[in-house]
């Protein structure tokens, strides 16, 4: 079984082309599809990619929100789906609720484009399946609004659910605000939905696939993606 991942296009998307790359990279089948167009075309994940969908305009990702493709992937999502959001692609699902918090501007007000060290917190996700718990991973960012807020009750039920997958270091692993870009809460830098099918990430990991880049650490995300779903086919067969 190849799994068939789809990669969304907005208009302002910059890194589609490089996520298709890296699921190719995998041996995975990837499918480009266009967000008017609302036939996720039979894939078995679905990627919304980083980029500056719509401008930025309003809000980050709150006009992606209302593409055609969204109620698609929003159905996809509630059947069990597994959905990735990278950068703008983590606003768009905090914008349509498949994901909790807010993207507020980073604390330095600046915009932020460097590699940065994260380390993986749950393995037992179809996007950290192939890495090991507590694993540092040199992935860049590019953002201005990646000051991840959410209310206190609701931070304290993702952590004792274990819902926080990726968390800002130091390169050891240090937990502190030097390791912290743009002052997202507990230095977090990604989070899953109560089912674990859904995550979304600030750092770009498809732009850490190859040694070439600075870092092919990024790979271990689209790696699990891929084991995830060869896995689930085999189990139904």
Not at 14 to 26: C, S
Not at 57 to 65: E, K, S, V, W
């Amino acid at each position: 079984m190849t799994p068939r991942i789809a990669v969304v296009t907005f208009p302002g998307s910059l890194d589609d082309r490089d996520a298709l790359r890296a699921i190719r990279l995998l041996g995975g089948e990837a499918v480009s599809v266009w967000h008017a167009d609302p036939d996720l075309r039979g894939a078995d994940a679905v990627i919304l990619p980083g980029g500056f969908s719509y401008g930025d305009y309003l809000r980050t990702g709150a006009i992606a929100r209302f593409s055609p493709v969204m109620k698609s992937v929003e159905k996809f999502a509630a059947s069990g789906g597994m959905v990735l959001g990278i950068c703008n692609g983590f606003q768009i699902l905090c914008e349509a609720g498949l994901l909790p918090g807010a993207m507020m501007r980073n604390s330095g007000l600046r915009f932020i484009c460097r590699h940065v060290h994260i380390r993986v917190e749950q393995t037992d996700t179809p996007f950290t399946n192939a890495a090991r718990k507590g694993q540092i991973l040199k992935i860049p960012i590019a953002h201005s609004d990646g000051n991840w807020t959410v209310d206190e009750a609701t931070l304290a039920e993702l952590e004792r659910n274990r819902r926080v997958i990726f968390r800002y270091t130091t390169p050891d692993g240090s937990n502190d605000d030097a390791g912290n870009p743009n002052g997202a809460m507990h230095n977090i830098a990604g989070v899953c939905n109560r089912e674990r099918n859904v995550t979304g990430l600030m750092p770009h990991p498809e732009r850490a696939a190859e040694l070439a880049l600075g870092s092919a650490d990024g790979l271990v995300i689209f790696r699990s993606m891929v084991e995830a779903l060869v896995g689930a086919a085999k189990a139904t067969v």
